[in-house]
């Protein structure tokens, strides 16, 4: 056989054997990099979930707190109803009390009027109905907007913590 017609046969060989190589070589490359992202995805999901932990342990944490400082402020609230019930909170008296403006002078006998006994003098014997309630209520008010502002604060708090985690700075 002619070497001038094998030549043909030996570079048809040649890219078909180079070919094989580089398609060898690529493949593994891709697997190679395939294996690589297997391990960096692995190894972001146990950094996801080592944070999705510490931000689950700071939000039971504010609960934690919100709820104990929901509790004194119940207390607080039940105390004070207590004391409104028996009578120690009371609205302030004016210290000079006033007449009203359409008051007129007695008229009469000034001696008709100096033979008729003195009224009783005020016996206060506590707070009305009316005046209970309205302390009563004035109190639920004040506890609700405690309750409002601590949750705010309890939630802004868990705000700047989930923050602080996700950003990194501890």
Same mark, same amino acid.
Do not use: H
């Given at each position: 056989?002619?070497?001038?017609?094998?030549?043909?046969?030996v570079?048809?060989?040649?890219?078909?054997?180079?070919?094989?190589?580089?398609?060898?070589?690529?493949?593994n490359?891709?697997?190679?990099?395939?294996?690589?992202?297997?391990?960096?995805?692995?190894?972001?999901?146990?950094?996801?979930?080592?944070?999705?932990?510490?931000?689950?342990?700071?939000?039971?944490?504010?609960?934690?707190?919100?709820?104990?400082?929901n509790?004194?402020?119940?207390k607080?609230?039940t105390?004070?109803? /207590? #004391?409104?019930? *028996?009578?120690?909170?009371r609205f302030? %008296?004016? $210290?000079? =009390?006033?007449?009203?403006? /359409? #008051?007129?002078? *007695?008229?009469?006998?000034?001696?008709? %009027?100096? $033979?008729? =006994?003195d009224?009783?003098?005020d016996?206060?014997?506590?707070?009305?109905?009316?005046?209970?309630?309205?302390?009563?209520?004035?109190a639920?008010?004040a506890a609700d907007?405690?309750?409002?502002?601590?949750?705010?604060?309890?939630c802004?708090?868990?705000?700047?913590n989930?923050?602080n985690?996700?950003n990194?700075?501890?």
């Amino acid at each position: 056989m002619n070497p001038i017609a094998l030549y043909p046969i030996v570079i048809l060989a040649a890219l078909i054997a180079s070919g094989g190589f580089y398609k060898y070589g690529y493949s593994n490359g891709w697997d190679d990099r395939d294996a690589e992202m297997q391990i960096e995805i692995a190894r972001k999901n146990e950094e996801a979930r080592a944070k999705e932990q510490e931000m689950a342990k700071a939000v039971a944490d504010k609960e934690t707190e919100l709820r104990k400082a929901n509790n004194v402020i119940n207390k607080k609230q039940t105390d004070l109803n /207590s #004391a409104i019930r *028996a009578g120690r909170v009371r609205f302030p %008296a004016p $210290s000079c =009390p006033q007449a009203p403006a /359409s #008051a007129t002078a *007695a008229a009469g006998d000034s001696s008709q %009027a100096g $033979s008729q =006994p003195d009224p009783a003098p005020d016996t206060d014997t506590g707070p009305s109905e009316s005046e209970r309630q309205t302390l009563e209520l004035i109190a639920q008010i004040a506890a609700d907007g405690d309750r409002a502002i601590n949750q705010l604060n309890a939630c802004i708090d868990a705000y700047d913590n989930m923050r602080n985690i996700i950003n990194g700075q501890q």
